[in-house]
């Protein structure tokens, strides 16, 4: 059997908790870190989303606030079945302007699938002339991963450029729960595949962002210095076979 439904609705995404709300964690002191740029210019049309943003948020502390800049989560969390697969499929087009040649982390476009009950990050970055797969399992603040008796936090990225640079590629994660096992596609085609996935994902905010990877330094944040992204995303079509 196979469920199929669609998160959109981007016209939306001022009214923010309704489908789309912005990103971010909660911090220590009851405040709240947004992943907004304060500057960046949003267009909804022909049902895309659009962003763009000269980058200028950074944290010298916690690295996953340094690295999302502009980033909206889905209001409503999806569960996964136990049995059967459930996959995430949308289109993203990136470009930059200011980023480094070749180097897909100093700024690119996001699809992340988030479990806040495991820290689980099923992950897509599209930059300007690469893209990489993400799996991981983090320590996000505020959420209890799982004991396990493998490693207990990691990210593994897998870079690419099998796709069409500064164009729209159709980017799908596949996640089997009973089978334990997550597979990435692109343009239709199998890029990589994960078995034995170490702990049960049990469920998944749908985020879309803007964002750099790059380690913080005994100095803080290195991620900024004026580099410029753009980001656009089609709705997202989850689908759910038992």
Request: charged share 25%; hydrophobic share 40%.
């Given at each position: 059997m196979s469920?199929?439904?669609?998160?959109?609705?981007?016209?939306?995404?001022?009214d923010e908790g309704e489908v789309w709300k912005i990103g971010g964690f909660p911090l220590p002191d009851g405040s709240f870190w947004e992943f907004r740029e304060p500057n960046a210019t949003v267009i909804v049309r022909n049902n895309t989303l659009y962003a763009r943003a000269q980058l200028s948020r950074k944290n010298d502390y916690v690295q996953f606030l340094d690295n999302a800049k502009h980033m909206y989560y889905s209001?409503?969390?999806?569960?996964?079945?136990?049995?059967?697969?459930?996959?995430?499929?949308?289109?993203?087009?990136?470009?930059?302007t200011g980023t480094a040649p070749g180097d897909l982390y100093d700024g690119f476009v996001?699809?992340?699938?988030l479990d806040f009950t495991t820290g689980a990050a099923l992950d897509f970055f599209a930059g300007n002339d690469k893209y990489a797969s993400v799996y991981a399992v983090l320590p996000f603040p505020?959420?209890?991963?799982?004991?396990?008796?493998?490693t207990r936090y990691f990210c593994i990225f897998k870079e690419d450029t099998n796709f069409m640079p500064r164009e729209f590629n159709t980017y799908r994660i596949?996640?089997?729960r009973a089978a334990d096992e997550v597979i990435f596609f692109v343009n239709g085609e199998e890029?990589?595949?994960?078995?034995?996935v170490p702990i049960k994902f049990n469920?998944?905010?749908?985020?879309?962002?803007?964002?750099?990877?790059?380690d913080l330094t005994p100095e803080?944040?290195?991620?900024?210095?004026?580099?410029?992204?753009?980001?656009?995303?089609?709705?997202?079509?989850?689908t759910m076979k038992e």
């Amino acid at each position: 059997m196979s469920n199929q439904f669609t998160i959109g609705d981007f016209h939306t995404i001022l009214d923010e908790g309704e489908v789309w709300k912005i990103g971010g964690f909660p911090l220590p002191d009851g405040s709240f870190w947004e992943f907004r740029e304060p500057n960046a210019t949003v267009i909804v049309r022909n049902n895309t989303l659009y962003a763009r943003a000269q980058l200028s948020r950074k944290n010298d502390y916690v690295q996953f606030l340094d690295n999302a800049k502009h980033m909206y989560y889905s209001a409503k969390e999806v569960e996964v079945p136990e049995n059967g697969a459930i996959s995430f499929e949308l289109q993203i087009r990136a470009r930059t302007t200011g980023t480094a040649p070749g180097d897909l982390y100093d700024g690119f476009v996001s699809l992340n699938l988030l479990d806040f009950t495991t820290g689980a990050a099923l992950d897509f970055f599209a930059g300007n002339d690469k893209y990489a797969s993400v799996y991981a399992v983090l320590p996000f603040p505020g959420v209890q991963v799982p004991e396990t008796n493998k490693t207990r936090y990691f990210c593994i990225f897998k870079e690419d450029t099998n796709f069409m640079p500064r164009e729209f590629n159709t980017y799908r994660i596949t996640y089997n729960r009973a089978a334990d096992e997550v597979i990435f596609f692109v343009n239709g085609e199998e890029a990589r595949r994960e078995r034995n996935v170490p702990i049960k994902f049990n469920r998944f905010t749908v985020a879309l962002g803007i964002m750099t990877e790059k380690d913080l330094t005994p100095e803080g944040s290195v991620s900024l210095h004026g580099q410029t992204v753009i980001g656009e995303w089609s709705p997202v079509t989850v689908t759910m076979k038992e």
